[in-house]
């Protein structure tokens, strides 16, 4: 599903430039929940931004479900991302004057699908975050939890094939994490390949795989059951 090679990326500031990914091999295959850790500034929403195709690498080659990225033009690449491409993010982005079924149903218009599969597949997504009770009510009305369950279901409601999820409880306490993961790992059991950027140690464990970034590189690619495994012995 995504294969990435040799991957490099810096900042240039002035005369100076930062070397943030310092060539990043991995491949995620389809039907996997992988997490992307790493402290602070070690390079992990660069890399989303990459694989995200929202930004471009300096080199090194991405392959999404077997297409090259790099040849593709703006409005291949658009096409593209919303195609194959959903996100989730630490600050929901929601609209905040549409309801919670509103936000849902909008991929569906992008889709042109009409008014009623808009409201019906729309409210499928909702109940399938469990929020069907709540779907007239705006954002200003839901709790942090309730707002990133919404985020899901717009994310699943365009139907992607891989999820991409930018720090998705960063914003949240310890239990509306727990919940969010809970979404997202039975997601994940119905087939969605699902990478999750997170720093946070105990969300990454609720996830198949970590890939540990550090500085820029890779320092440990393991199953989570590995991980845990080498941990009691
Ligand atoms: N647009 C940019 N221009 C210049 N430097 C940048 C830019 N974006 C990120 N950086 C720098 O690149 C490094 C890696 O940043 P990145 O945001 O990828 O890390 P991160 O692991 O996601 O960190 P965090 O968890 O704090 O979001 C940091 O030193 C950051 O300051």
New binding site residues.
């Given amino acids: 599903m995504i294969e990435i090679k040799d991957l490099h990326k810096s ?1 240039k ?1 002035g005369s100076n430039s ?1 070397h ?1 990914l310092k060539g990043i091999n991995f491949s995620v295959k389809e039907g996997e929940l992988v997490a992307i850790m ?12 990459i694989l995200g195709m929202l930004d471009e690498a300096d080199s090194g080659t991405y392959f999404l479900d077997n297409v090259p990225i790099k040849g593709l033009n703006e409005t291949k690449a658009a096409k593209y991302r919303n195609k194959f491409l959903g996100f989730v993010f630490q600050s929901f982005n929601l609209i905040n004057y549409k309801t919670a079924l509103e936000n849902v149903a909008l991929p569906l218009y992008y889709q042109r699908k009409n008014r009623k599969e808009r409201a019906e597949k729309a409210m499928d997504y909702l109940s399938k975050v469990g929020l069907a009770e709540w779907a007239t009510h705006l954002p200003s009305e839901l709790s942090g939890g309730q707002k990133q369950r919404v985020a899901i279901a717009r994310a699943l409601a365009a139907d992607p094939k891989v999820l991409l999820a930018d ?1 998705p409880t960063g914003a949240l306490d310890s239990k509306t994490s727990y919940e969010v993961m809970d979404i997202i790992q039975t997601i994940n059991d119905e087939g969605k390949t699902i990478l999750v ?1 997170t ?1 946070e140690p105990d969300i990454a464990d609720m996830c198949k795989r970590i890939v540990h ?1 550090k500085d ?1 590189v890779i320092v440990e690619d393991k199953p989570v059951k590995q991980i845990r495994a080498s941990q009691y012995v």
């Fill in positions: 900042y500031m930062l943030v790493g402290s602070s500034g070690s390079g992990k929403s660069t890399l989303l931004n720090e950027v720093h970034l820029g």
